[in-house]
């Protein structure tokens, strides 16, 4: 993996462990046996919350995977037309946002989100929303967090998903149409 290898600057050097030590922190077991459906227990018991995984088929343009945070539980959707190596890696760097707490800096306005998404608690939106999808630090840290996680993978499949709620599927749609507007087709 390319972040290892490389020097790079000091705040590069500075990510690097600080991811190291959000990896390190979920005190992984070294067995050799671990999932992503064990990581997730792992995860989950970190965070004191349940984690679901959702397979959906989301619109044109849309990102390849979203983390969304409800107040009970944390769903990581991805896309499931994706081959299943890179199905992986979307679930890992999305648990790489989940892991490093990452929240949103949405620029909708309270009542803006309300009006979209009337249905939709407007703290869970802007938080999905918020996350800069370029090359930001959050963005930095939560790809190499999952490269971490894929080392210690040792399977590249994921386990089979339980279906998803049509309620859930409707949500990654608004979810995704907003969070990329320029790009549908």
Excluded: F
């Amino acid at each position: 993996m390319r972040w290892r290898h490389s020097g790079g600057s000091q705040q590069t050097r500075n990510i690097r462990k600080w991811c190291e030590g959000q990896v390190r922190a979920l005190n992984l077991p070294e067995d050799g046996h671990l999932t992503i459906e064990r990581l997730i227990s792992y995860i989950a018991q970190r965070k004191g919350r349940k984690i679901s995984l959702a397979p959906l088929t989301l619109p044109n343009g849309s990102p390849d995977g979203l983390w969304m945070a409800t107040a009970d539980e944390d769903y990581v959707l991805y896309e499931e037309r994706l081959a299943p190596m890179h199905q992986r890696a979307v679930v890992l760097h999305e648990l790489g946002h989940l892991i490093c707490d990452h929240k949103g800096t949405s620029v909708l306005t309270t009542e803006a989100l309300s009006l979209l998404l009337p249905s939709l608690d407007t703290a869970l939106v802007r938080r999905t929303l918020g996350r800069e999808h370029s090359h930001s630090q959050a963005e930095i840290e939560a790809e190499y967090v999952g490269s971490l996680l894929a080392d210690r993978i040792n399977s590249s499949l994921i386990g089979e998903q339980p279906s998803v709620p049509a309620e859930l599927r409707e949500l990654a749609g608004r979810l995704s149409a907003l969070e990329n507007p320029s790009r549908r087709r």
